[in-house]
């Protein structure tokens, strides 16, 4: 694991972005398509800001996948991840190929699961854009995250610190709004991905950098699985690095 830590959340964000621009244009250059997988939340706004930026990226040639939604919100509800992507990475950037989204308000999430995991499966993943949760978690893996399953779309539960995350970040006006599922890729699918660019902002995700630079490995912090992948870059602000014994 690569780590960069930079003073600013804006100039972490903009390291980011390049490094997942220069992955992305490596891909179309040496295959002639990139698969991408984008997360949501509040620590991938800035990062997604200046990806859509970028110049000389031919997103004609790009597949995104969606890394989790809430079950039950609907399509338009301000805190689905759907609408954050549409709004904040497909709307922004110049005719985007292909883009698969997670229905969270499908009739049947374990067929949606299927159904998505399927596509998937079909295309290797070239870079993975995530970050990483208070509690620790990697998509909606929250502790005690499943290291084993080899289904790449999952129904998942979601603890109560996740849920005091999403309300914290302003999606919701009280707990009792946030949901408690949602289908999430699964660690092993988001582990295939050839590439993972790593977004930590903030003093309230310092912790769980630390537990998953610094700990070990353990479906309790689940984002320390990352240490295990061979090309993973983690960018952090300083406020992120706080804790770490080397920043």
């Known amino acids: 694991m690569d780590k960069f830590v930079y ?3 804006l100039e972490m964000a903009a390291a980011a972005a390049d490094s997942a621009a220069g992955a992305i244009k490596n891909a179309i250059k040496t295959k002639g398509r990139a698969n991408i997988i984008l997360a949501t939340g509040a620590s991938q706004i800035e990062m997604l800001g200046c990806l859509t930026a970028t110049e000389g990226v ?13 079950i039950g919100l609907g399509p338009e509800h301000p805190a689905g991840f759907g609408k954050y992507l549409k709004e904040r990475f497909v709307e922004k950037v110049d005719g985007l190929g292909t883009a698969h989204f997670v229905d969270g308000d499908a009739e049947d999430p374990a067929r949606e699961c ?29 502790p005690p995250a499943d290291f084993e399953t080899e289904e790449p779309y999952i129904v998942v539960e ?29 660690i092993r699918q ?7 660019i790593v977004t930590v902002p903030d003093k309230r995700k310092a912790e769980a950098a630390k537990n998953a630079l610094e700990g070990q490995v353990t479906p309790m912090c689940p984002a320390s699985i990352l ?21």
């Open 190 to 196: 988001i582990l295939k991905s050839a590439c993972l």
């Open 227 to 247: 240490q295990q992948h061979g090309n993973c870059k983690l960018f952090l602000d300083a406020e992120a690095a706080s804790l770490l014994a080397s920043h």
């Open 7 to 9: 003073q600013t959340s």
């Open 114 to 142: 299927e159904r998505v995991g399927g596509v998937i499966t079909e295309h290797p993943i070239d870079a993975a854009l995530i970050g990483i949760g208070e509690n620790g978690h990697l998509a909606f893996n929250d």
């Open 58 to 70: 031919d997103w004609t040639k790009v597949t995104m996948f969606h890394l989790d939604e809430y």
């Open 158 to 186: 979601l603890d109560e610190k996740c849920r005091k995350q999403q309300l914290g970040e302003g999606w919701f006006e009280t707990l009792e709004q946030v949901p408690s599922r949602a289908i999430s890729m699964s």
